[in-house]
């Protein structure tokens, strides 16, 4: 019997054991005229119960459901995402159960552990095959914001972006001129001493867009500035100048702080003591300027800033006084503090 049907999960312990079959010829036929219409008759019933039935899927099973014989599966019905509901319950016939083992396998111990696993896939699952692509999408496209979020510091620089901007500093420190080797002097100094206190307001005017790559990426600014300097130590006890600069921002992505480097020039009235006879000071009323700083910036927002860092400051009549009288010059250095604030409306470049 088992050799005529070819049963693809034998169990011993389940399968029916009757009396001993003669191999004559007429008994073996007797047999399958009996057994062919009980297996058609088996067949109609599972697939008319297959129609009218609901599906299950797999990710409705309980853990307490999957140990429940009833909803024990045949290998072959296994399938991704849904089974079919199981059908009647077999008849107690020890024929009709033998053709009821065709079709519907018995879980056994044996039988268990040679049923193939399946992946059990969920419906609306992100990355599976039943789910939506519009799920997929929006996925991927968190995760591409989160490995490149918008620049925000292409809010803050960029082209024609117009700014106003107050520095004040404060200069105690005096050195020598710090291009004497090009004038060929010897970077010498003389005993008169100065501090200066610059107060300097200003035009900013961004005239790139963030540019470049790695340390250098950044953009540029020009500077027109009006400034008023007061000298609480030295002979002279004020300075009036017009200066003209330009500044580049290291600009990287979404920093907060920004470093920045600068040069500015301009030329400018101070009262000159020389001519009244006060050594080692200046030569004449009408003098130039140059400053060069460095620092950095931080953005409080897309409008205010402020900023900080160390500024050089010189003071000359480029000779202009000469050979009647000498041209010592001032040069000091010290902090320089600043605060900035957008003029016009905003700028959405990372959008």
């Not at 041209?327 to 503090?337: A, D, K, R, S």
């Given at each position: 019997m088992r050799g005529?049907?070819?049963?693809?999960?034998?169990?011993?312990?389940?399968?029916?054991?009757?009396?001993?079959?003669?191999?004559?010829?007429?008994?073996?036929?007797?047999l399958l005229i009996m057994l062919i219409p009980l297996v058609l008759r088996a067949q109609s019933e599972r697939s008319s119960t297959s129609d009218s039935s609901k599906s299950i899927t797999i990710s409705q099973l309980t853990p307490a459901d999957s140990e429940d014989p009833k909803f024990s599966l045949a290998p072959w019905a296994t399938v991704a995402g849904s089974v079919p509901a199981p059908a009647d319950p077999l008849p107690s016939d020890p024929l009709t159960n033998m053709a009821g083992a065709y079709i519907y396998p018995a879980k056994c111990a044996c039988s268990a552990s040679e049923q193939p696993s399946t992946p059990q896939?969920?419906?609306?699952?992100?990355?599976?095959?039943?789910?939506?692509?519009?799920?997929?999408?929006?996925?991927s496209g968190l995760i591409a914001e989160a490995k490149n979020p918008p620049d925000r510091n292409l809010d803050i620089y960029?082209?024609?972006?117009?700014?106003?901007?107050?520095?004040?500093?404060?200069?105690?420190v005096n050195i020598p001129f710090i291009y004497d080797f090009a004038v060929g002097d010897s970077y010498n100094m003389t005993p008169l001493k100065y501090t200066l206190v610059?107060?300097?307001?200003?035009?900013?005017?961004?005239?790139?867009?963030?540019?470049?790559?790695?340390?250098?990426?950044?953009?540029?600014?020009?500077?027109?500035?009006?400034?008023?300097?007061?000298i609480p130590r030295g002979p002279e006890t004020h300075y009036y100048s017009f200066d003209f600069g330009i500044r580049r921002n290291f600009v990287y992505r979404n920093w907060k702080v920004v470093p920045f480097f600068e040069q500015r020039g301009g030329a400018g009235i101070i009262n000159a003591k020389e001519p009244l006879g006060v050594l080692f000071s200046q030569g004449q009323n009408v003098t130039f300027t140059y400053n060069m700083g460095a620092g950095a910036r931080y953005n409080i927002d897309s409008k205010y800033s402020f900023s900080a860092g160390l500024n050089y400051m010189h003071i000359s009549n480029g000779y202009l006084s000469e050979p009647q009288f000498t041209?010592?010059?001032?040069?000091?250095?010290?902090?320089?503090?600043?605060?900035d604030v957008r003029l016009g409306k905003p700028h959405h470049g990372s959008q």
């Open positions: 005529a049907f070819g049963l693809s999960h034998r169990c011993d312990k389940l399968q029916p054991r009757g009396k001993s079959l003669t191999r004559s010829s007429k008994l073996m036929m007797t896939r969920q419906q609306g699952v992100p990355g599976t095959e039943s789910g939506s692509s519009d799920g997929g999408v929006k996925a960029y082209r024609n972006r117009r700014e106003f901007s107050l520095d004040v500093g404060w200069h105690p610059p107060i300097i307001a200003s035009l900013r005017w961004h005239v790139t867009n963030v540019g470049w790559r790695w340390i250098f990426r950044g953009n540029m600014d020009f500077t027109f500035s009006g400034s008023i300097t007061a041209n010592y010059g001032i040069n000091v250095y010290g902090p320089m503090f600043g605060f």
